[in-house]
Structure formats: C-alpha cells, structure tokens
C-alpha cells in the first residue's frame, strides 16, 4: 500500500480505493456531498462521522465506546497513530467546551501569517471593511485609474486568495468585501489595493 501512496502519479487514487474498500467492509456509506466523508449510523443510536485528508482522519463519535470499537476494527486494517482529541485541523485551532456542548474555530496563527506576509502587522482593525453595494468599477470618481503594475497584481491576487481561504473557515465577516475584491482580479487599481 506505501508504494501506491508515495511512489507514483496515482497514489492518492489508488489509496483512496484501498480507503473505501475498508471503511464499506466496516459498513460506512460514503457521503454524497463529499467523498472523503464517511458514516455510519448504527440500529442502537450509535453514529460514527470519519473526514479523510488523504492519511489524516478526524472522526466524530457519539462516545468514547464507540471511538475505540471503531478504533479497534479499523486498526486491524491500517497502521493508526493516535493523536487524541482533536486540537488542530488544516490550519484551524479547534476548542472543544463539553459542559456548553460547543466547538470553537480560530485561525489566529493563519491571520498572523497573512499579516506578517503581507507587511499588515500594524493594521488598524475595522467594523466594516467595506461599504455595502459599493461600486469599484474602474471609470467611476472614487475609483483611481492607476492600475497596479504586474508584481502588484500578483500580490493582490495572493492576498484574495489567502483571504478566500479564511472567509471560508472561520471569518465570514471578510466574505462581502472578499468577494467585492475579487471582480477586480485582472485589472485592479490602487483604490483596490488599499481596501484591503
């Protein structure tokens, strides 16, 4: 199996086949909206959630009983290494209040990486990034026409995309001017540059 994994062009296919092949012998459906989701719910109440990011599972349980029965099965299949609860997930720093029965999400260190990437670790924070229906259309009078030149453009697409990301995980917040920015991807001008 660690040859199809790591050693070719179709490792991941051929792993993600050896993947579900496992996890329908131990009676999971694959999700419909996303193939790396696999459940199982069982006749006594009992579910079983499992994410796979390629050899990284993170699995949801209605306890710890039937974690380790799960456990116990898919270990005589793979090689586990057991990292307990879940802390960190794809960059997000996961808090987990069991009295509140609530999960918290942050991505303060990815924030922190923008920033420093960026040179905005002295950014003043706002309430409203931008002005809802405002128009950025090049030609308008608040609008500037000097466009960015190519190595700017390139720094603003790579500023768009690392915020995509965040407003996707955990910052819906930046969504509307993410999206508001990001119709000006081929010809931005300095006015652009400087809502962000």
């Known amino acids: 199996m660690w040859r199809p994994l790591y050693g070719s062009c179709q490792g991941a296919y051929h792993f993600y086949q050896f993947l579900l092949e496992t996890l329908t012998n131990l009676g999971f459906t694959v999700s ?6 696999f459940y199982k719910f069982n006749s ?6 499992l994410g796979a990011a390629t050899d ?15 456990l116990d099965e898919f270990e005589k299949q ?3 290494v057991h990292l307990g609860q879940i802390t960190w997930l ?13 999960i918290s ?3 303060e260190a990815y924030i922190d990486q923008i920033c420093t990437r960026f040179g905005l670790q002295n950014a003043q924070s706002v309430l409203t990034l931008l002005p ?4 950025l259309s090049l030609g308008l009078e608040h609008v500037l026409l000097k466009i960015l030149s190519a190595s700017e453009r390139k720094t603003y697409r ?3 995309g690392s915020l995509m990301y965040l407003s996707v995980m955990t910052c819906p917040d930046v969504t509307y001017a993410v999206s508001t920015l990001s119709q000006h991807l081929e010809n931005p001008s300095i006015t652009h540059l400087e809502f962000m």
């Open 32 to 37: 419909n909206a996303d193939e790396a989701l």
């Open 56 to 70: 990284d599972f993170t699995i949801v349980v209605d306890s710890d009983p039937t974690a380790n029965r799960f």
């Open 132 to 135: 809802p229906g405002i128009d």
């Open 90 to 102: 794809l960059g997000t720093t996961v808090t987990r209040n069991l009295t509140n029965h609530t």
């Open 44 to 49: 006594d109440d009992t579910y079983l959630v």
């Open 78 to 80: 793979v090689e586990l």
């Open 158 to 160: 790579e500023v768009i």
């Open 105 to 107: 999400l942050r991505q």
